[in-house]
């Protein structure tokens, strides 16, 4: 005859112990304020709870403990221009996805470099020479006082029809100030590439400048038509590039600032005259 096999059974007084270890280790997760999951009892936690009790976990019990060592320490060890805090950042990084697109708005705004974000990624950085601590912002934003000093689109000047006037200022040219103050600061970094260079290097100073000039371009083009380059607009960037490359080389250090203000001036004005055609 085969073998019979019997479904095994818990003794009441078994089950009724077993029930007792669950609250116990129930009440002394309570007591300690540590949630259930990190002491693998997983019977009611789902993947979706798990991240927002690690959450609570970190912000009603390690937090507090970590406040009041924070305080002593700063109180009986350190002044001055030292402070002591517990960095617990890398309990909050969550998963991949979440964690990238933080950075990515991050760097949208103009909060952090690309550097930053890689060094979050724990991941090496950029040369600053590639770039990799330049901080970007989005060309479609302005601050609110500088549209209240502007007049109204629709103002025009009160002449009559027989006396001729010159035609309405390119729209760019009420974002003028703005924008050059914008981009003031990336040719300000172009040029400090520049000029830290020890020999100069006029290929690498046409390939410091294009993509700026290239960006101040299509912000102005944005602005005046809602639209992109054309073939002829990108030769002239190009020209434009060469022609500062070439008197880079009587650039000084010590100038960059100064360099980069009148070039920023001189580039919206050739930008919007082949651009415009004003």
Not at 67 to 81: D, S
Not at 154 to 170: I, L, R, W
Not at 209 to 224: D, H, K, Q
């Amino acid at each position: 005859e085969g073998m019979k096999w019997e479904q095994a059974s818990i003794a009441p007084n078994d089950a009724q112990f077993l029930q007792t270890r669950q609250f116990q280790r129930a009440e002394i997760a309570a007591l300690y304020r540590v949630p259930l999951h990190l002491l693998q009892d997983l019977q009611r936690s789902t993947n979706n709870n798990i991240e927002h009790q690690s959450l609570d976990y970190l912000r009603y019990t390690l937090r507090p403990w970590a406040v009041r060592i924070e305080q002593e320490v700063n109180r009986k060890l350190l002044g001055g221009a030292f402070h002591f805090e517990f960095d617990m950042n890398d309990f909050q990084r969550g998963d991949f996805a979440s964690q990238t697109a933080g950075l990515k708005t991050l760097f949208e705004i103009g909060h952090n470099s690309i550097n930053d974000g890689r060094r979050a990624l724990r991941q090496n950085p950029i040369p600053a020479a590639e770039g990799g601590d330049v901080r970007m912002v989005p060309m479609n934003m302005m601050t609110l006082a500088s549209v209240l000093e502007q007049p109204p689109p629709d103002e025009k000047d009160d002449v009559s029809d027989a006396d001729p006037t010159p035609g309405p200022a390119p729209v760019s040219e009420r974002y003028r100030g703005p924008l050059v103050a914008s981009y003031r600061r990336l040719f300000r970094d172009a040029v400090g590439r520049i000029t830290n260079r020890t020999e100069r290097d006029a290929h690498f100073a046409e390939r410091a400048l294009r993509p700026v000039l290239t960006s101040l371009a299509e912000a102005i083009v944005s602005v005046e038509f809602s639209g992109s380059l054309e073939a002829r607009d990108t030769e002239a960037i190009a020209a434009l590039a060469r022609d500062y490359a070439a008197r880079s080389a009587g650039w000084a250090k010590r100038d960059a600032a100064t360099i980069a203000t009148a070039i920023t001036e001189e580039s919206y004005t050739a930008l919007q005259r082949q651009l415009i055609g004003e």
